[in-house]
């Protein structure tokens, strides 16, 4: 990640901080800055003289410092001042200092506690209701989660995977009738091993990337940042799949409680997502308060199950009832157990989560982070192998109408509140299981977009601190995977393995590089953990992308790619418009002035023919940096001799820079009429009329600024022009659009400035 | 219609002209802008001195002054220039007269004929090709038709009913058997009554509104505002009805011939909305020589039909067929026989569409109407009559797979050619009688928009002279109410009758009135005729009203209950803007100026203090017609100091006006770092840094803003704002957009002027 941190603007290498949007300059740009600002000052004169005395005092106070959140649910609402026009005109007067001479006290008091900019009002207010007050920049830091807070809310994804990848595998067994189901111990047993591979592996990573070390930073760094990206790929494609998954699962868990709601399914899944929206716009600590009971409660009743089915296996001498007779579709083969395997494997998923999200502990956080790791780990193992055994055990096999640990739970307690507890449980935490998703993809998103890989704007901090925009555009996908597989989570797993295991699989042969070149104390021990994790993810990639292919492998593959293609000219794109905006050094080569006072700054195509012409090429380029480099012409574009025109014609001359009218006309009477009024008017302005025989009004208009500017690329064409703002929106319509028009016309013509003069309606 | 010719803007009463939509000053704005002007002069000094001299020659030429269309098919395409920013960047260089001084050649060379606005390139001449070139204002008087293209193109619609007027009536009375049809010569002879009293009447009508005398013009000059209003609703309804009845009964017409075609009714339908909007957007000549055939051969068509039918029926002694026997629902009574005869009457649809086009004819216009009319007239009645004679002659009665016509042209031609020739011109005059309503909507809206009554953009003529937006409107209504209705004829003949008859009893009444009033030679005949044909119509409109209230009748009526309340809403909207954007006179009571020379017009908040308090309240207002009246401040927003944040203020500091420079800050580290650039730099400009410490930009951007003007209303506030404008659109989204928010957070506060300063990436 080389450069990245000079331009993480006070955030950590995991985690960009508030600041990142508006990242410092280089050294070059800030010599580059002192030698404009000394030119600045050679052609005109000091500040002091420069710019007349400000007619206002500028300073009207700031924001508030802090916060006032109270602790209470209503505590947190703080008043909102509403910021649009309608405000101004009575009711909200200034009250105190209006009439002084200094408004700071009148421009704090006013200051809307809500910052938020989707509308203030009776939306700023649900807003609030739903999200909380706003929280400070400078309470980013404090966010922090302790390990028994941390363990549930980002363990719940690979914890609540048991509710579905033990039967994952089964299913693809059960294809081979008796002699397939005779290989689940067997890849159960390699899936364990995995398991702890894997685990032990991360361990290594949070120790090595105390500030947080996903897969995109430990690839990026060590094996290049097109590896990072490939990983980052698979992660964005993983979070994604996640919350699809988890709450198809979870779902299917509901409904086979209460048969009822199948068709309910697709709404259902949606409403999830929505609630998960809502919770994590919130930010991190409420969310996890919230979402700390079910993980709990669903350990409780895994290891409630597991126990109850091995005291009733006890009682017959732990011989498995055989399962019933399925009609048998395919052979025993390596095809069939490798998917098996790849199917049974997704029960690891969001097993990295915690690696990810090492700065959201509680100091020491690598510490507290390895040990939550490993009791999430044990727990994994637990819970997984447990659910296989009984399944061995019951002979109980996967049905479309009812999950596998709905069938053992019914075995184990018929249909009683412990049943009822179970299914609730695991629903609540397949449901919430969605939220380690919320928690990464945001980050990883963030530190693409710190990177330059993606929009900045997903580097923008909520007001609630979290990202918000991350979280809706994670929410939007998901929905949209959801609703597209019909939340059917069979139809899912096929997608979900290549992604997860793409990201461990650069991730760990990133950490085998890292230890290699770093060789810190028990580097060999590392490397070799880290070395075994790499090839066994690697080889479940393998057989999950090759098995799973046709069946679902090819649109997480497709992801991967295009997510590859737009992230790298999202860079491209970066890397060109930074190169173009760096200010330059010639800009400070502007010859010594000849002209005018110190007071005419702004003197018209300054210096002799000669001279100007051969400025001309290198002012056709919009790089003025001085104001003496800028040479005005306004054009005011005047239908009507309206107050609103007239408005516009004397803001025009009153900027005391050359200055021209132009019409359009229609028809020659009405370019006769204009005129004529002209003349009326005292000729104060020079006035062009222009006959659009063909009736348009935009286009003749575009095309006279468009060769004026081509005449004379040296001038900066100021085009102002009057534009009436209705009160109502619905009544915006009645007007003419023409500025509107204008400006979208204008926007893409060279160092051409577009100044609205707004007249209200009232 | 007191005022509306003074703003009629160079067109006929019945017309607005090409100017209509720069309506001339009215005396009193005159006097005002006198006055305006020599205040403007008492201020300043004389325009040479006042504004310097400009750094340009302004004018670059003119448009071309006419169409260089030719009379061949591709002799139409006007070469096309682009208009594109993208134009600007090499191969289009201005050749000629680039080096020199002035360059009216150049821009007369590189003026585009296509004024077009929608995109020029590929689109605009796929644009040319479907409508050919553009035609100049001047043409538009020339646009006439002579009498043997008006009567097909105007009476397309009133002979073309006869397709479906008869089937109507049939169709109702058929309910009580042969009882019913019993009624069918009674009442077809009041229809036949009708027709002729309303020819008649109409004929007064042109002759009295010799510049085109719709419903709308007539009943509004003669019965007050309101009753034009509420005949222009009718007739508003009524063109869109037509349309979409047209092109039901057209379609029926084909489908009777093809019945394979009948899944694909709408999808046809929707196809003719699109070809005759393609046809009209061409203008009216061209659809004129298009629309003629079919008519002609329409007419041949019937009497054809007509004649070959009494030739039968003279074979067998004129005894009529009795009629199969149906299924009788209803009784005779005064409602069927009353549903029967409005059902009947929309035969009658479109005999007033000559009145309302008497300028489109040659001259002298209204002569050649009336004439026009007569024809019409004598042409519909035989044709009604005849088809009425032939139904009751062969017993045919409606049928839901076949219309009445294709069942007779059966009868008498079988399956042969005749009978195709009779099925095709059926369809094609009644898909072009649809081309009436095209002609009258856009005439009636476009005087409903010179009066206020309608968006002023409805007086717009497209580059083909057309009202190309009232015609786009009037095709979207039409297909819209064509699909609700799935394109049957006869659910929508009961929303039909209302909206025709009641401006023709409104126009009529409006007649008797004008007699009475103008008491011309032969008055009281003709009061005579329009009050017969006024109290028929009331009585249809009455009889249709009532007796199919259920049936569809209450649709119409809430259509121009809802019409009325837009447009009077309009008109109080556009009356309230107007006196808003009057010129006052109190702009030119300025004092004598105190302050600088004659070169500093725009001394900040001018005057001692006292005079600089009582003015505020005046200058809060958006009304300062006069320089002096204007103290700038410009408000730079910056966020970066890279080139297009430099540029930015050098632009704001070489306009000459106090200028001030806001920065928002997410943390307090940041706003540290940028107040230590702005040192490095030099402080040329004075930087005012607003902590935002719930990350937003824009909301407190925005207030600082309205708080600096809630402090300081006598100051223009100048907000500059820098904005960087990517190649491409898709690329615009990974740049900041606080540019455009803040333009739109902005726009509805006062006397705050937005200046864009666009960087563009290359």
Do not use: C
Not at 413 to 440: E, H, K, P, R, S
Not at 588 to 615: D, N, S
């Amino acid at each position: 990640m080389t450069g990245a941190e000079e331009r993480a603007g006070g955030g950590t290498a995991g985690l960009p901080g508030p600041t990142a949007v508006l990242p410092g300059l280089s050294d070059e740009q800030v010599r580059a800055l002192r030698r404009v600002g000394r030119a600045w000052g050679r052609v005109s004169s000091p500040p002091e003289v420069w710019h007349r005395a400000l007619p206002v005092e500028p300073d009207l106070g700031a924001f508030p410092a802090r916060a006032e959140a109270g602790s209470a649910w209503f505590g947190r609402l703080v008043p909102l001042s509403p910021l649009r026009a309608r405000s101004l005109s009575g009711r909200r007067a200034v009250e105190p200092a209006a009439g002084a001479g200094s408004g700071a006290e009148a421009g704090a008091g006013a200051v809307p506690a809500d910052a938020g900019t989707a509308g203030a009002g009776a939306g700023g207010t649900v807003r609030r209701l739903l999200l909380g007050a706003p929280l400070a920049s400078s309470a980013f830091v404090t966010e922090r989660m302790r390990k028994l807070v941390a363990l549930p809310v980002l363990s719940a994804d690979a914890l609540s995977s048991v509710a579905y990848g033990p039967e994952a595998m089964i299913t693809v067994l059960v294809l081979a009738g008796a002699a397939g189901l005779a290989y689940s111990f067997p890849v159960a047993a390699v899936i364990v091993f995995l398991m702890l591979a894997v685990g032990v592996s991360y361990r290594q990573t949070i120790r090595a990337y105390p500030h947080g070390g996903g897969s995109y930073i430990v690839a990026g760094e060590n094996l290049g940042p097109t590896a990072g990206l490939v990983a980052a790929a698979g992660l964005m494609t993983d979070y994604v799949l996640t919350v699809a998954v988890s709450i198809a699962s979870g779902v299917a868990a509901i409904t086979s409680a209460l048969p009822g709601l199948v068709p309910w399914t697709v709404p259902l899944g949606v409403l999830v997502v929505v609630v998960l929206l809502a919770g994590n716009l919130r930010g991190i600590r409420q969310a996890g308060a919230l979402f700390a009971a079910p993980t709990y409660a669903f350990v409780i009743a895994m290891f409630a199950l597991i126990g109850a089915g091995l005291v009733d296996a006890a009682e017959t001498g732990f011989r498995p009832v055989a399962p019933p007779a399925l009609p048998v579709t395919e052979t025993v083969g390596l095809l069939l157990i490798t998917r098996a395997f790849s199917s049974g494997a997704t029960a690891m998923t969001g097993i990295e989560a915690i690696s990810n999200a090492v700065p959201a502990f509680r100091p020491v956080e690598w510490r507290n982070a390895r040990t939550t790791l490993s009791w999430m780990v044990g727990l994994l193992i637990a819970m997984f192998a447990g659910i296989v055994v009984l399944i061995h055990l019951t002979g109980v096999v996967p049905h479309s109408q009812e999950t596998v640990l709905s069938q053992l739970a019914h075995l184990s307690f018929g249909g009683g509140w412990m049943y009822v507890y179970i299914q609730a449980a695991t629903a609540a935490v397949l449901l919430l299981a969605a939220n380690t998703a919320y928690n990464d993809f945001p980050r990883v998103l963030s530190l693409l977009a710190r990177d330059d890989y993606a929009p900045k704007t997903f580097l923008r901090l909520g007001d609630r601190l979290a990202y918000s925009r991350s979280i809706v555009l994670l929410s939007l996908a998901a929905a949209l995977v959801y609703i597209a597989f019909e939340g059917r989570t069979d139809a899912l797993i096929p997608l979900y393995a290549v992604g997860v295991f793409l990201a461990f699989t650069l991730s760990q042969s990133g950490m085998v590089v890292h230890w290699w070149r770093r060789r810190d104390p028990h580097w060999r021990k590392s490397l070799v953990f880290n070395a075994v994790g790499a090839v066994l993810s690697g080889l479940v990639l393998l057989t999950a992308g090759v098995s799973k292919f046709t069946s679902g492998a090819w649109v997480a593959l497709i992801a991967v790619l295009l997510f590859l293609l737009v992230t790298t000219r999202i860079r491209s794109h970066y890397t060109a418009a930074r190169a173009y905006l760096r200010l330059r050094p010639h800009a400070v080569e502007l010859p010594a002035r000849t002209g005018a006072g110190p007071l005419a700054p702004a003197t018209p195509a300054g210096g002799p023919p000669a001279r100007r012409e051969a400025k001309k090429a290198k002012e056709a380029e919009e790089a003025e940096v001085i104001p003496g480099e800028i040479h005005h012409l306004s054009v005011v574009a005047v239908a009507t001799l309206d107050l609103a025109g007239m408005r516009t014609l004397a803001y025009a001359a009153s900027l005391g820079q050359p200055a021209l009218a132009v019409h359009i006309s229609t028809t020659e009477d009405e370019q006769r009429r204009f005129r004529a009024y002209w003349s009326l008017w005292g000729d104060h302005l020079p006035l062009q009329t222009v006959l659009s025989p063909y009736r348009a009004v935009v286009a003749p208009l575009v095309h006279y600024i468009e060769t004026l500017h081509r005449l004379n690329p040296e001038l900066t064409l100021t085009v102002i022009l009057p534009e009436i703002v209705t009160r109502h929106r619905r009544h915006q319509f009645l007007h003419s659009r023409t500025a509107a028009r204008l400006r979208r016309a204008l926007r893409h013509l060279p160092k051409i400035v577009i100044t609205t003069v707004p007249f209200h309606l009232p």
